[in-house]
């Protein structure tokens, strides 16, 4: 077992915002570097934008496939969803594909009611719906259940699967609670019914010069931090995850939830330094890639770590079963 400390050294948690229910506190370089050492990477929304990348379907629900065809490297991350092809996909694991290279990248459905290829032909794609053609994202509890569920496979198995029924769980619970409207039950119909509120509360919250993360709450004893290698890679996901986060605040709101104690700068320093005490387990990705995963007290999590450089780490923490909760989607009970 191997710590991630030396990931998360030259690090701080500085003051947060907080809007509605949500606080999110910043993860910042300590000093600023005199100039940027190493080639930044593209996103996956960038490549298909530019056609520097390709995703592609491979036929299996549980995987796509990601062609990097630019001189630099591609970065996808767990919760990025692609749209297009026979149907919308979650990315389950987060990567980095060198520059020339393709990868297969663990995936999970989330449009429950398309899939555009013949049934029990698990290889034939229609040529029209073999690319993904976008890239959005994901809802900070939904990644909570893929987070759980990811952890508990490579723990126990020595895989990375996770169990696609959670997912469409999640998805037709959280349709229940808003009541959007759908024709294929896709997890961006959500988003799109729920766009005035989240566009309000992700307004609220800004980066700050040399950000490279954050910690963002819910209330106190719910949490999710996301860590970059570098300031530009934080700042091409943070309106993204932000909006993810504040989707899940609005859900709350709009269920009527109790209201819960909110959290203070030290409650995230005290995760921030949790993170850095705990041991992790290694799993091979191929190609100098590996996953650091850990689950220790009330604290879950991967590190996506390329030839010895974090990639981009996420956290979370572990919430008690409270079934009738918005927002919160817990499978403790099958840890």
């Not at 003051?15 to 910043?26: Q, R, V």
């Not at 766009?195 to 719910?222: E, Y």
């Amino acid at each position: 077992m191997a710590s991630i400390a030396e990931h998360l050294d030259g690090l701080i948690v500085k003051p947060g915002a907080c809007f509605e229910a949500l606080s999110i506190f910043p993860v910042s370089l300590i000093s600023l570097p005199a100039a940027q050492n190493e080639t930044e990477s593209i996103s996956i929304e960038e490549g298909l934008r530019t056609g520097a990348v390709k995703v592609l379907e491979t036929g299996d629900m549980a995987k796509v496939k990601i062609i990097n065809k630019s001189a630099s490297e591609a970065m996808v991350i767990d919760g990025e969803t692609v749209t297009g092809g026979a149907q919308n996909r979650l990315i389950n694991s987060s990567m980095l594909i060198p520059a020339g290279r393709e990868a297969e990248i663990p995936s999970s459905c989330v449009e429950i009611k398309r899939w555009d290829c013949p049934r029990g032909a698990k290889k034939e794609i229609p040529p029209d719906k073999l690319d993904f053609t976008g890239a959005s994202f994901s809802f900070g509890s939904l990644r909570r259940v893929v987070g759980e569920a990811k952890i508990r496979s490579l723990a126990t198995e020595g895989r990375m699967e996770v169990d696609q029924k959670l997912v469409w769980e999640t998805i037709v619970r959280n349709f229940s609670i808003t009541g959007a409207s759908t024709r294929t039950l896709d997890l961006h119909d959500l988003f799109e019914a729920l766009d005035g509120p989240v566009s309000s509360i992700s307004a609220r919250f800004a980066a700050l010069r040399g950000q490279i993360g954050l910690i963002a709450f819910q209330d106190k004893d719910t949490w999710m931090a996301d860590i970059f290698h570098s300031v530009d890679s934080f700042l091409g996901y943070f309106r993204k995850i932000v909006r993810g986060h504040a989707y899940d605040t609005a859900v709350r709101a709009e269920s009527g939830g109790p209201t819960r104690k909110q959290p203070t700068i030290d409650d995230a320093r005290h995760v921030f330094k949790s993170l850095k005490t705990v041991f992790t387990h290694k799993f091979s990705m191929g190609d100098n890639a590996e996953i650091l995963f850990f689950s220790s007290g009330k604290i879950r999590g991967t590190a996506a770590v390329h030839a010895g450089r974090l990639i981009h780490l996420n956290a979370f923490s572990r919430v008690e079963s409270r079934p009738n909760a918005p927002g919160i989607i817990s499978n403790d009970a099958r840890i």
